[in-house]
């Protein structure tokens, strides 16, 4: 599993969708998803840019292209924030854009 596959995925379920879900926010079949998120079969420049709306996240992000100030991350944390209602789930899913933030900023 490549970078493109795991980020889909990981951003797909930060979001709270299933793959049957994103599928039909993209007018695909549920097995279309599961092919992109195991490697099956390649995603191209018009499905990026449609999960990247539906997800509201940076292409970036989901290329695996990371700044090293963590700048994609604030920005899809902050488009995050400003579009969800208050919820246990979503204080989850900062905790977690927290610490991918940190992580960008921590020397390894």
Do not use: P
């Not at 997800?55 to 989901?62: G, H, K, Q, S, V």
């Not at 994609?72 to 209602?85: C, D, G, K």
């Amino acid at each position: 599993m490549n970078a493109v596959e795991k980020n889909l995925k990981y951003w797909r379920k930060n979001k709270g969708l299933t793959q049957e879900k994103l599928a039909e926010k993209l007018h695909v079949s549920r097995s279309i998803i599961s092919n992109y998120e195991n490697g099956k079969q390649e995603l191209n420049a018009s499905i990026i840019i449609n999960i990247c709306k539906i997800l509201e996240i940076d292409a970036n992000l989901l290329l695996g292209i990371e700044e090293t100030n963590g700048k994609n991350i604030i920005y899809s944390l902050s488009r995050y924030i400003a579009n969800e209602e208050n919820s246990i789930e979503k204080i989850e899913n900062l905790k977690i854009c927290i610490n991918r933030i940190l992580d960008c900023f921590i020397l390894k």
